[in-house]
Each structure stands twice: as C-alpha cells, then as structure tokens.
C-alpha cells in the first residue's frame, strides 16, 4: 500500500530519499498517489523549496487518505494530505489533528475531473440520471457528493441515484458497455477518452465556483513540540503552491516520470490548481455538502481549522 517515491532521483542535485541532509530538519510526509492534486510536496522536494525552509523531507505516496491521518496519529508521519472531508471527520471522531496549508483548489470550468455520459446518451439534466447508475471512485467520498449536487441543482433527485464504486480506469468503458449512465471521470482519463464521452456538467462547480478540497494536516502533539518545525514547513506548502502555479511545464516534467501519463496527453489535460493560504470561505463549501448528505454526522465552522492554524501561519 505503501511505497517510497524516487522523485528526489529524478533530478541531478537532489540527494536520495532516506538521505538525511546536514544541518536540515527531518520530516515525512504522506500524499495520495503520485497525483497532481498531491503533488505538492513532490514539487516542494524537487524544486529545492524544503531545503529553502530548512526542511529534509522523505515523502511517501498512500493509496487512501484514510492511511494517511492513521500515519499521522500514529507517529509514523509529520504532515500529510487529507481532503477535507476525511480531515473533518477525524476530528469528529477525537482524532487530534490541525490544518498548516491548503492543497488543491476546485475551479469552476477548470476541474480536473468531471461528471460525464457516452456520446450517444440523451441525458442532459439531472432529472434524465433519475433512477440511473453514476460510477465514482469512492462512495460517499468528494465525486458522489459533487455528482449528488449537481443532480440536485438540476432537477434531478440525487437520492434515487445509484452510485456505484469503479476505478477510474474503468469508467469509460463502463459507459461505453452501458453498465453505469454517466461516471465521475477523472484526468487523464478525461483526455485520453474525449471521443468517447461527452461532459453532462461540471459537478465539483456545484459546490461553489471556487473551493479548497483538501489541507495538508499534522498532529496538535508534533506541532505543539514544534511550532517552528510546523512553520517552516507551512510556509514551504504556500511558497510550492505559489510557485507550481506558475510553473506548468516544470512541474509537468517531475510529475511525469512518476505518473507514466504520456506528454501528449499531459499537454492538454486540466491540471489542478493550488490554494496559497486557509480561507475559512473556500474551506467551508464542501463541508457544508458532506454535512447534506450525511457524509458528516454534524455540521463543522472551519473558523476552528483557521484559527487553530494561526499561531503556525507563515510569518
């Protein structure tokens, strides 16, 4: 399930993962895969931006963000990523993790995954999915609730949806074989498979038309032995978003090599977009949806993620 990234090989300067560089401080960090919308501490390792903050980071890909928290409470991670939801209820359950930094952003016509039908399909509103099977990669997860909205919002009754859990992968040729109605696809399989499905909306822009999904998250019991360690390491997450922003090509050649997503599919995909600071208005969206349809038990103020985070800002 776990596997340590070779990122820090990909590039001539860059000491091997496990090797402690002097005088820098150790942390590790968890990210989900080798995604885009994660790969901010990829970008942070290969672009020197850890080693700017003083920080040595092995960072180590998880299949599940679920794996990642249960890392982070068990000592075996510094930081790690967690879309919100799954941050959210964490501390819902006790769990005591904080919020340093955002992570990916959803933006209103430029979301690397969208809410899709076969070509040949009539469906052109939420009622026509009444009754239907929608694939997502996760029940109950950011892909059901975004394609749950969208139903809603568009005339639709989300409740008599039938969501089913697939692969990415094997989303396309679910809909081609008629098996699921429409599916929540993802990059890059929305590029690679562009003649074979049609876009039926941009489910994630029905949460709002800006909104941060994820945070990268730490223990209250490291960051309260280290506020310093929790600082440099918040900043280097908002200097990484600042600079992987603006700087699509570079980041598309260390992401790449890990990804084995071929340059011309890379070229024209949507890539994610990164938050540069907490925002209790971006965070609060999704919640407020996870919270609709039951995904959380009880509503949440993200005014406490933002001011827990405060003290640790970048200064």
Known sequence: MIRRTAV???????APVGVRAQGLTPIRVGQLGNTDASAEPIYAQASGIYKKFGLDATTTPFTGGGAIIAAIAGGSLEAGFSNITSAVQAIQRGIPIIALSPANMSTAGHNDA???KPRESKARTGADLNGKIVAVTTLNGTLQLS?????DKNGGDSHSVHFVELPSSAMPVSLKAGRVDAAMLSEPFLT???GEVE???????????RWVGAVFVASKAWVTANPDHARRFAAAMRETARWANGHRADTAKILMPLTGIEAATFAKMDRSTFAETLSRELLQPPIDVAVKYGALKEPFDTALIVSEAEPYAPR
């Open 8 to 14: 820090s090989v990909l590039l001539a300067g860059l």
């Open 192 to 194: 690679q498979n562009k």
């Open 114 to 116: 969208l809410l899709v």
């Open 147 to 151: 394609a749950a909205q969208w139903i």
């Open 199 to 209: 876009e039926l909306g941009d489910a994630f822009a029905a949460i709002a038309p």
